[in-house]
């Protein structure tokens, strides 16, 4: 399941927790601004620590079947772009 909501923290309550998920941050201009991922029963809880870190307008999330599969998406989506709050600190 793919979904799209405004980062905010009553729209981040109402995501679905019961799967792996890779998230994406966006800006107004739809530009990503981040990528991460959640275990289950985290999704919520992890986007909030974001709230206020790192800039955004929309989060959209992808639901994996397992944390695996998230974290191999999350590789290929931050090899194939130049994402400014995923460099290392």
């Known amino acids: 399941m ?17 799967k792996p998920v890779l998230y994406r941050i966006k800006t107004k201009a739809d530009n990503l601004n981040y990528v991460g ?5 985290r999704v919520r809880d992890r986007l909030k620590e974001h ?17 695996a599969d998230a974290r191999k998406k999350e ?6 772009n130049n994402l400014k709050y995923n460099k290392k600190r």
């Open 2 to 18: 793919a979904r799209t909501i405004k980062y905010n923290k009553s729209d981040i309550e109402q995501l679905p927790n019961d």
């Open 37 to 41: 991922i959640a275990q289950k029963g």
């Open 51 to 67: 709230l206020g870190e790192i800039p955004g307008a929309t989060v959209s999330i992808e639901q994996f079947g397992s944390i």
């Open 75 to 80: 590789k290929n989506v931050i090899k194939r």
